[in-house]
């Protein structure tokens, strides 16, 4: 698509497996067997607070050219936008995160310097983020390094992840690339235009990725009720790091580039003044059976609206995660996976908690006010590199979402629905979802939990004669 945004994860060129998480990018994990634990277990990977500002180096070459050589956009220019992207993330008041451009590219194998042009040149220089020795942005002025790497013109860019501390749960390198095909004057079926805020906040996005955020999954109906421009509520609460990019530019519509999940996941990632700020909310998505925790729902927590405004602050003011997104997508088992090699599947993947008090678990910062919380399934398409949350492909879900109300249960009304209202600091628990229509567990095969038979005999009669 014209307005996709991808994250692509080259494998060849990678060595950390990432578990995506619907809120943080990559969680640690215990040591299991012989294996070192990697990271702090249940905690996001991030940058090391410690040691802000993030310094990247910048391709010294320009960053969009046309394919007859024109530059249309030098070195210096390009310089600033990355920097101004950068900076819409270092704005936000209650985040502690900070970048710098630490000068250009390192050379690295065949890249001695200026502008990065080849799939060789480029795969060293990654080669060298991968030791944790640089994070480099790199411009492809005209696209064609990105189709020497074999990926589509659609990219408008993307993120490699590189290198992290296994020990203190820190990332240490990562490399964005930007696709400046997209800026070059020129519109065609095969040599795609965005306009400077479009192209600006795509790459955005990509930078958000550089932090350690992932995918998040806000106001998903814009997908099968698409129009453009999009409907600016709706555009308002679409996080930036929603997987694809479908809408006019968020400034085009008079908003900041930042929506407030994107806002609320940097501030709980790199927390400054968080509990001045934001109160908690959290609790446990469960199966039918009201025991077995279930991975992998799309939990959203939402501002009631104002009816005294003429925004619809539900669709606007709204935060999610994942469930499960701290749990591990891979626990391993030592039954036919034994396959020795890479293949040896005993101990599972590295990155995600083993603490099955985390399976269903989610936890979402949201600032002072009153909100609904619901669940829904992630949406169908959204796989591989547009992935949201630890489970790729999503998990299905029965029906339409369903919203928690105090007195929960799988036979309730899923519309149903009670308010919470949070102070600054606030920590509010227990707000567990038992789905409605689901399967008791994933597995039919595992322990038999709490099932309860819904009331229909004494109910259905006492309906028929209301209807009747």
């Known amino acids: 698509m014209r307005r996709r945004s991808f994250t692509l994860a080259v494998f060849f060129l990678l060595c950390i497996p990432f578990a995506s998480a619907g809120g943080p990018r990559l969680v640690g994990g215990p040591a299991v067997g012989t294996r070192p634990s990697f990271g702090n277990d249940g905690q996001p ?34 310089a600033q936008r990355v920097q101004s992207m950068f900076g819409v993330w270092q704005s936000v008041a209650t985040a502690n995160i900070s970048f710098t451009n630490g000068g250009p590219i390192l050379s690295a194998g065949s890249y001695t310097g200026g502008d990065l042009q080849t799939a060789k040149q480029f795969n060293d220089v990654i080669g ?15 696209g064609s390094l990105i189709s020497s790497l074999g990926l589509p ?7 490699a992840s590189c290198a992290v501390d296994t020990v203190n749960g820190f990332i240490l390198s990562s490399a964005v690339v930007l696709n400046g095909q997209f800026q070059d004057g020129i519109n065609s079926s095969s ?3 965005l306009d400077v805020n479009q192209f600006d906040e795509a790459i955005t996005h990509e930078l958000g990725h550089f932090s350690g955020l992932d995918h998040s999954q806000i106001n998903v109906d814009i997908l099968t009720n698409l129009s453009f421009p999009c409907e600016v509520d709706t555009l308002a609460g679409l996080p930036l790091m929603f997987p694809f990019a479908l809408c006019q530019a968020r400034k085009a519509a008079g908003l900041p580039v ?48 104002d009816p005294g405004t003429p925004e619809d602050e539900s669709r606007r003011i709204a935060v999610s995660v994942v469930s499960g997104y701290a749990y591990t997508n891979n626990p391993g088992q030592s039954v036919t996976a034994i396959l020795g090699g890479i293949e040896d599947n005993t101990n599972g993947s590295p990155p995600g908690s083993r603490n099955p008090a985390l ?10 006010g009153t909100y609904t919380v619901e669940v829904e399934a992630i949406y169908t398409a959204f796989v591989a590199g547009s ?38 600091g606030e920590n509010v628990t227990g707000i567990d979802i038992i789905l409605n229509g689901s399967n008791p567990r994933f597995d039919q095969y595992e322990d038999n939990g709490k099932v309860l038979d819904p009331p229909i005999p004494l109910l259905l009669p006492i309906a028929e004669e209301f209807a009747g």
């Open 45 to 78: 990977f991030i940058w090391n607070p410690a040691r802000m500002p993030i310094a990247y180096r910048l391709d010294p070459g320009p960053m969009s050219v046309t394919p007859a050589g024109t530059v249309i956009i030098d070195q210096n220019a390009g």
């Open 128 to 142: 060298s983020c991968n030791k944790g020795t640089q994070s480099p942005i790199i411009f492809d002025g005209n």
């Open 153 to 159: 013109p659609e990219v408008i860019g993307f993120n």
């Open 191 to 193: 040599n795609y235009e």
């Open 258 to 305: 930042l929506a407030p999940d994107d806002a609320a996941w940097i501030s709980t990632l790199y927390p400054r003044n968080l509990a001045a700020n934001y109160a908690t909310i959290s609790g446990v998505i469960y199966f039918n059976d009201g025991v077995s925790p279930m991975q992998g729902a799309n939990v959203i927590v939402r501002l009631i609206d």
């Open 359 to 368: 399976i269903g678990y989610y936890k979402i910062s949201v600032p002072p």
């Open 387 to 424: 992935s949201v949350g630890p489970r790729d492909p999503p998990v299905a879900l029965p029906g339409d979402p369903e919203f928690w109300n105090k007195d929960e249960s799988a036979f309730d009304f899923p519309m149903q629905r009670d308010m919470i209202t949070v102070t600054a």
